[in-house]
């Protein structure tokens, strides 16, 4: 590996969601590790706690005197940068070797027995489900998470024991060519990220590229209906949740609390009466592919049952915050208007007599721009839409592009755009009973005041 005989390890964009898993790991291999972010939040916190020396300012100054030698310090940084950073020029123009999060994590992840989960959806849930069933085994595993696990509490698992290596694929900047996974998941490949691809046809060409480099003898799990062009030398197996058809399906499907209970048929046997305490039918679909990689690593069926049994599901992910007779409050990160569809229509499946009232803040420019009109059909589920601004992330403004785009093609009476300086005013104004977040911006932070209000309420 190019880090084998540095020293120290700095991240610019530390706090990232999938950079923070890499410097827990590197930390984890004895490596000195630092970094920067734009801003300070719980999860940087937690990382400075660890032992993660991070800064919030652009400022060449604050880079620790221990990451200033080329000779022994490795710079990874996050995609998501503006164009012109100071800290990724400062590091440039010293002749630092300076790589993106993608090579860093297919460093790692080549060197294992790689499992990469991909797909626009689907991905953090599949792939933390997974690394708990793996790690409630004899196999083991270690992964690399894209949200924050609630059984661990963290994005990272790592076991010294186990060759086996568990990545989110991520299709964003074609991230995922760098891995070269022994299985590999897809879970859709839905129309996404085109100020990358440009069409929905070039992103099922990037998919199918990441599916070619399977390796030999790999094998591909993807949802049943996707068909993607599979190489000669990958076997693949199929899953759905009611399609008969599919090689791993779901049979005596039936809520139990806000979870659900069922049976799988799998090419070869039958595994019953798994018990997945999360809610939502988004994350049954999730759980089946899950148990579609652990039945092809061999893991016993009895195995695969208890540890979703015990599974307590991610952080951000149809995230229950409340629970109550006469409030009920979940959280999600849905941002593209096929999640935002499958959680809506899940949350409905539980709680079909409730006024509906859900909080969105889109996310890119590009991505409102290229989806406008899905977005407003995909929030006509709600009964009650209350409009964030959009989260511009690492994209400057687009003229003419807005919430505004959005709003107005919404065909619901009640909506309202709000600031968000307005929007736990106008929460408690419409006082919900059944009250939903969506968004992959910075829409978390309102997560705990909006439950601790409803919690009083």
């Known amino acids: ?3 084998t005989n540095l020293n120290s390890v700095y991240f610019i964009g530390v706090g990232g969601i999938g950079m923070s898993a890499l410097a827990r790991y590197f930390l984890s291999q004895g490596k000195e590790v630092a970094g920067y972010d734009r801003v300070s939040t719980a999860l940087t916190d937690k990382l400075s706690r660890e032992g993660i020396d991070i800064h919030f300012e652009d400022q060449p100054v604050l880079i620790p005197a221990a990451f200033r030698n080329p000779e022994r310090t490795l710079v990874i940084y996050t995609p998501a940068l503006p164009e012109h950073h100071q800290q990724l020029d400062y590091f440039r123009k010293r002749g630092f070797r300076v790589i993106k999060r993608s090579v860093a994590l297919g460093e790692v992840f080549n060197t294992g027995r790689g499992i990469g989960v991909a797909g626009t959806h689907g991905k953090t849930s599949i792939s933390t489900m997974l690394a708990h069933i793996l790690h409630s085994s004899k196999l083991g595993c270690n992964a690399f998470l894209g949200g924050i696990g609630k059984n661990r509490m963290s994005n990272l698992y790592l076991d010294a024991t186990s060759n086996i290596i568990i990545a989110e694929a991520d299709e964003y900047d074609r991230s995922f ?29 990037g998919f199918e590229s990441y599916i070619a480099q399977i390796r030999e003898k790999g094998k591909l799990i993807h949802k049943y209906g996707l068909e993607p062009q599979v190489p000669n030398h990958v ?8 399609n008969k058809q599919a090689d791993y399906h779901t049979h005596k499907l039936t809520l139990h609390g806000l979870g659900y209970r069922f049976t799988v048929v799998t090419p070869n046997m039958i595994i019953p009466d798994i018990q997945l305490g ?5 994350n049954v679909e999730n759980a089946l ?15 695969i049952a208890r540890a979703l049994s015990t599974f307590e599901g991610v952080e951000r992910r149809f995230d229950v915050q409340i629970h109550h007779e006469e409030r009920i409050y979940i959280d999600d ?10 959680f809506l229509s899940s949350v409905r499946i539980l709680f079909p007599d409730k006024k509906l009232t859900g909080i969105f803040q889109p996310h890119l420019y590009t991505r409102t721009r290229d989806f406008v009109d899905e977005f407003a059909r995909s929030l006509e589920m709600l009964d009650h839409l209350i409009l964030m601004e959009i989260y511009p992330a690492r994209e400057e403004p687009i003229p003419g592009v807005s919430a505004s785009m959005i709003f107005d093609r919404v065909n619901l009476k009640e909506k309202v755009l709000v600031s968000r300086e307005q929007l736990l005013r106008v929460v408690r104004e419409q006082d919900p009973a059944l009250l939903v977040t969506m968004g992959a911006g910075d829409i978390n932070q309102f997560v705990a005041p909006l439950r601790e209000w409803m919690k009083k309420r």
């Open 278 to 282: 999360i809610p939502g039918m988004v």
């Open 1 to 3: 590996m190019i880090w």
């Open 289 to 303: 592919a899950g148990i579609a990689v652990a039945h092809q690593l061999g893991i016993a069926p009895e195995t």
């Open 333 to 342: 990160y849905a941002h593209h208007p096929e999640e935002i569809k499958a």
């Open 235 to 242: 076997e693949q197996y199929s899953y759905s949740i009611d």
């Open 177 to 205: 060519l760098t891995l070269f996974p022994e299985i590999a998941v897809v879970s859709s490949m839905d129309a996404d990220h085109l100020d990358i691809y440009h069409s929905e046809e070039n992103i099922r060409k």
